[in-house]
T-cell receptor
Framework: QKEVEQNSGPLSVPEGAIASLNCTYS??????FFWYRQYSGKSPELIMS????GDKEDGRFTAQLNKASQYVSLLIRDSQPSDSATYLC????????????FGAGTILRVKS | DGGITQSPKYLFRKEGQNVTLSCEQN?????MYWYRQDPGQGLRLIYYSQIVNDFQKGDIAEGYSVSREKKESFPLTVTSAQKNPTAFYLCASSIGSGKAPLHFGNGTRLTVT
């Protein structure tokens, strides 16, 4: 079982719709969770971090964390073509300190 | 502006040659990391360092070496022992608090033929 799993996609949504990206993790002791966006050929950039159960909103982005079910999700409201990218879920497993473990990423395509 | 600088952006080498990738940060971060990215596989940790003169192997350290002589610098050497070195290499840093996210450099794309 992979430590961090994501559906590779591509996930296609029309412009203006809500894009929902999901991620599951295996280490129940994990405490820190991050979403990164990566455009083709570029390095990842941090979008959201979340540490507590529930929702965290930042502009059009909402991160949701459910530690009991071991999943974290990212919602993108009013999706724009510029949101088309690969979204990486990253987790700091409970026993490994500050080493991030990344999922393989979900490709998002927003169609205008 | 503070940030992480990786150089060069593109690097081409012949098989059997060692090559060193540069990573410099001026964020005053304690922790630095090297990741490798291959298509469809996400990022895999090669080495990391939490303080000067100390570093630990990540998940795929074989065929790689690092040094951390200065807080600002964390160069990665890809040796001839690395069987499949062609990849996108990403250097990152963090304040090292255990909850801190990583900040990435722009990456070096290495091609070995």
């Amino acid at each position: 079982q992979k430590e961090v799993e994501q559906n590779s996609g591509p996930l296609s949504v029309p412009e203006g719709a809500i894009a929902s990206l999901n991620c599951t993790y295996s280490d129940r002791g994990s405490q820190s969770f991050f979403w990164y966006r990566q455009y083709s050929g570029k390095s990842p950039e941090l979008i959201m971090s979340i540490y507590s159960n529930g929702d965290k909103e930042d502009g059009r982005f909402t991160a949701q964390l459910n530690k009991a079910s071991q999943y974290v999700s990212l919602l993108i409201r009013d999706s724009q073509p510029s949101d088309s990218a690969t979204y990486l879920c990253a987790v700091i497993p409970g026993v490994r300190g500050n080493k991030l473990v990344f999922g393989a990423g979900t490709i998002l395509r927003v169609k205008s | 502006d503070g940030g992480i600088t990786q150089s060069p952006k593109y690097l081409f080498r012949k098989e059997g040659q060692n090559v060193t990738l540069s990573c410099e940060q001026n964020l005053n971060h304690d922790a630095m990391y090297w990741y490798r990215q291959d298509p469809g596989q996400g990022l895999r940790l090669i080495y990391y360092s939490q303080i000067v003169n100390d570093f630990q192997k990540g998940d795929i350290a074989e065929g790689y070496s690092v040094s951390r002589e200065k807080k600002e610098s964390f160069p990665l050497t890809v040796t001839s022992a690395q069987k499949n070195p062609t990849a996108f290499y990403l250097c990152a840093s963090s304040i090292g608090s255990g909850k801190a996210p990583l900040h990435f450099g722009n990456g070096t794309r290495l091609t070995v033929t």
